[in-house]
């Protein structure tokens, strides 16, 4: 199968990650974490998560973005299993959205790295995390974030391998 494959994410105490489009706060503490993660590794994410980022790869990593439509600039793949069959022996991180996440968590992931921030968000349509479903992931221990206490930080392990 390659390397680990991971889902990376950040979510409010009401499992919030997005709204309007964008990531409805700002902690460069964890944009830091992200990039020092997923730098060097191939990240995967849906059409609309590209185009949240300006329609801009982030550089020193692998973008693919899963889409039925042509994507300009950017290696794209109309599905997940498509995709997963050109990265080999790299890491790989699914970065969002929704239907990727819950893609991921259901079939191709083997961690999940969540960021918790402490910003309350009630929109009725923001967007939120996928449930964990507890007899497939084991959860790790919450810690914070060595620059920003109000963030934490929790690891999930799948419990059985793919």
């Known amino acids: 199968m390659g390397k680990m494959r991971g889902i990376i994410a950040a979510i409010s105490p009401e499992g919030v990650m997005g709204l309007d489009g964008k990531i409805p706060w700002h902690y460069s503490e964890d944009f830091k974490r992200f990039k020092e993660i997923t730098l060097g590794s ?32 950017v290696e794209f793949f109309s599905s997940i299993e498509e995709a997963l069959e050109t990265c080999t022996n790299e890491e790989v991180w699914f970065i969002g959205g929704a239907k990727i996440y819950e893609e991921a968590l259901e079939k191709y992931a083997d961690v999940i790295d969540l960021t918790s921030v402490p910003d309350r968000i009630s929109d009725p349509k923001a967007v939120r995390f996928p449930a964990i479903d507890a007899t497939l992931w084991e959860p790790g221990k919450s810690t914070p974030n060595e620059h920003n206490p109000a963030l934490t930080h929790q690891r999930y392990v799948r419990k059985k391998a793919l």
Do not use: H, Q
């Open 42 to 73: 191939t990240i995967i994410m849906g059409r609309l998560t590209f185009e949240s980022m300006n329609s801009k790869p982030l550089p020193g990593r692998r973008n693919i973005v899963i889409t039925s439509n042509r994507v300009e600039g």
